[in-house]
């Protein structure tokens, strides 16, 4: 008699599958059932093809940044728009996927965030999360400072605060996404906030 076949399935789709659980539930909320279960996998696929859940976690965050994050960095850019403009549809493609109704409401990053003030995070997943702020910190305080040698900013504030204002700005937005806010309401909010340019 044969053995039977393992049972395979598509890593990329299992990924997402756990990153939506960790999304919503959060690291601590998240049980390796849950995992399997929404993956449909069982435990030893799992620990085969992702290690641990400390790992699947950190891969699924950096797996969120790759689809949910770099996508908006775009708008900065645009070679057609002023600088409120451009900020402006920024913050609004942030929001739109905020509030997308396909996906979990919020930002998973910024979700992560909040979570790292206690002990419910173990140290090398807390790392890639203060990496993943770092990298965005660094990247808003590099276009502003670009923006400054430009002329089309005359500000007192440095770049790194104005980075640190957009940052805060994009965590605001998510916890009210999170809330029930909708995207309606975020736009006023951003509306609001690029005046301060």
Known sequence: M?????????????????????????YPG?????????MGINKPSLYSAFGNKEELYKTTLTRYVQKHGVIHTK??????????????CYLTSI?????????????FVSISTSE???????EEALQTIVNINEATKSSLTAFFT????AGTITSEHSPASMAHYILTLMFGLSVMAR???KLSELKKVIKFSIDKF
């Not at 708008?75 to 900020?87: F, M, N, P, V």
């Not at 929001?95 to 930002?107: F, I, R, V």
């Open 95 to 107: 929001a739109e996927g905020l509030t997308d109704p396909k996906l979990p409401p919020g930002c």
């Open 30 to 38: 998240t049980s390796l059932s849950d995992l399997t279960q929404a």
């Open 146 to 149: 670009d923006e400054i040698s």
């Open 2 to 26: 044969k053995a039977g076949r393992h049972r395979t399935f598509d890593k990329e789709i299992a990924l997402d599958q756990a990153m939506e659980v960790f999304w919503i539930n959060g």
């Open 116 to 122: 790292i003030g206690g002990t419910c995070i173990p």
């Open 75 to 88: 708008h900065l850019y645009s070679a057609d728009k002023g600088l409120k403009e451009r900020i402006g």
């Open 179 to 181: 809330n029930g806010a």
